[in-house]
């Protein structure tokens, strides 16, 4: 019998799915979401197989994993291009390269640490290596000339980070204009919010990005200091935990009232646990593996926004891991 109701309640939600499938995303009482998606690799987009609303995170990381020396500027523009044109007129969020930590590029050179992820990770590597990131700024712009791109910097955690990358984005603009090279001239510039600091200065570095998109997946890690890859400390790596519902909040309200855009891009946009408190918080777009699209679609069609804004507010008070859970999955 419980088999049977399981198998029943699969083919409901297979038909449920397939509803929503070429539909935009609205909760219960209307209100539109973004439901973006997060790509590894151009050809992610092929096999996608319902309705959304652009690329959310395309991790640039394939490009210079797979090679044994750097891609040229050209090879890397063709990468960008493909998937720019493929998601258009959508918005794509290129990362820019994130390395360090756990994932080694050999010829970039990179020194063996004690601590990889409190070591020269995402923005601080690139910021090293001015060249590397020059050249996939340089390339992202020439693939956006005729089209617009939003350009995402990874493991913010200083205004100087953002200014220095920036600045780094208008001598590359600069240098094409001079070239009449044709280029991008408006992306957006925002940040992956993933680290204490920028959750806790949002207000701040909210006046300084076009946007946020909150990466849960390192953010929780390094707000509970427990390593997301080790299954000593599996049970600290909690997204329930009190500490990861109240920075949740924070980003999300800075951003709102800053009124620039906040997405999640990270594990928990996926966690239909967390649908309805996201939503309750403010937050508009949500980025997910493409397999997951039309589940979240689906799960923010049932959510009413009062009752979601309630919701926040009990897991907001709530005093441990165990109580945000039963909150969230309304176990009484
Ligand atoms: C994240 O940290 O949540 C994120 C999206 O980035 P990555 O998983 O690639 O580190
Ligand atoms: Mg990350």
Same mark, same amino acid.
């Given at each position: 019998?419980?088999?049977?109701?399981?198998?029943?309640?699969?083919?409901?939600?297979?038909? *449920?799915? +397939?509803? =929503? @499938?070429?539909?935009?995303?609205?909760?219960?009482?209307?209100?539109? !979401?973004?439901?973006?998606?997060? #790509?590894?690799?151009?050809?992610?987009?092929?096999?996608?197989?319902?309705?959304?609303?652009?690329?959310?995170?395309?991790?640039?990381?394939?490009?210079?994993?797979?090679?044994?020396?750097?891609?040229?500027?050209?090879?890397?523009?063709?990468?960008?291009?493909?998937?720019?044109?493929?998601?258009?007129?959508?918005?794509?969020?290129?990362?820019?390269?994130?390395?360090?930590?756990?994932?080694?590029?050999?010829?970039?050179?990179?020194?063996?640490?004690?601590?990889?992820?409190?070591?020269?990770?995402?923005?601080?590597?690139?910021?090293?290596?001015?060249?590397?990131?020059?050249?996939?700024?340089?390339?992202?712009?020439?693939?956006? *000339?005729? +089209?617009? =791109? @939003?350009?995402?910097?990874?493991?913010?955690?200083?205004?100087?980070? !953002?200014?220095?990358?920036?600045? #780094?984005?208008?001598?590359?603009?600069?240098?094409?204009?001079?070239?009449?090279?044709?280029?991008?001239?408006?992306?957006?510039?925002?940040?992956?919010?993933?680290?204490?600091?920028?959750?806790?200065?949002?207000?701040?570095?909210?006046?300084?990005?076009?946007?946020?998109?909150?990466?849960?997946?390192?953010?929780?890690?390094?707000?509970?200091?427990?390593?997301?890859?080790?299954?000593?400390?599996?049970?600290?790596?909690?997204?329930?935990?009190?500490?990861?519902?109240?920075?949740?909040?924070?980003?999300?309200?800075?951003?709102?009232?800053?009124?620039?855009?906040?997405?999640?891009?990270?594990?928990?946009?996926?966690?239909?646990?967390?649908? +309805?408190?996201?939503?309750?918080?403010?937050?508009?777009?949500?980025?997910?593996?493409?397999?997951?699209?039309?589940?979240?679609?689906?799960?923010?069609?049932?959510?009413?926004?009062?009752?979601?804004?309630?919701?926040?507010?009990?897991?907001?008070?709530?005093?441990?891991?165990?109580?945000?859970?039963?909150?969230?999955?309304?176990?009484?």
């Amino acid at each position: 019998a419980e088999y049977e109701k399981r198998i029943n309640d699969e083919h409901e939600l297979f038909k *449920a799915l +397939e509803a =929503v @499938k070429d539909t935009d995303a609205h909760t219960a009482d209307g209100e539109r !979401i973004s439901v973006c998606v997060n #790509i590894g690799n151009p050809s992610d987009l092929d096999s996608a197989d319902c309705k959304f609303d652009g690329v959310g995170l395309f991790r640039s990381e394939f490009l210079f994993s797979s090679e044994k020396e750097m891609p040229t500027c050209d090879e890397q523009t063709e990468a960008y291009r493909e998937v720019i044109k493929a998601a258009s007129p959508n918005y794509v969020t290129i990362r820019t390269l994130d390395v360090g930590g756990d994932k080694q590029i050999k010829y970039l050179n990179m020194q063996k640490e004690e601590n990889p992820f409190l070591g020269e990770r995402g923005i601080r590597l690139m910021l090293n290596n001015p060249d590397v990131f020059k050249t996939q700024i340089r390339a992202i712009l020439i693939a956006a *000339a005729d +089209e617009k =791109v @939003k350009i995402m910097l990874p493991m913010i955690t200083s205004l100087d980070e !953002i200014r220095a990358a920036k600045k #780094i984005i208008a001598e590359v603009q600069a240098e094409l204009e001079s070239g009449k090279i044709a280029y991008c001239k408006e992306p957006l510039v925002g940040i992956m919010i993933e680290t204490p600091a920028s959750a806790i200065m949002a207000d701040v570095f909210a006046k300084h990005a076009d946007f946020f998109s909150i990466g849960t997946n390192d953010l929780v890690q390094y707000i509970m200091a427990a390593d997301r890859g080790n299954y000593q400390v599996e049970n600290l790596y909690n997204p329930y935990h009190p500490a990861v519902i109240y920075m949740l909040n924070n980003i999300i309200r800075a951003g709102r009232d800053a009124n620039i855009e906040v997405s999640v891009c990270g594990d928990l946009a996926a966690n239909t646990d967390f649908t +309805e408190l996201l939503l309750g918080m403010g937050l508009k777009k949500f980025s997910v593996p493409q397999p997951m699209a039309s589940r979240i679609k689906y799960k923010i069609s049932g959510i009413n926004l009062d009752e979601a804004r309630e919701l926040k507010y009990r897991a907001l008070a709530a005093e441990d891991e165990t109580e945000v859970k039963n909150i969230l999955k309304k176990i009484k």
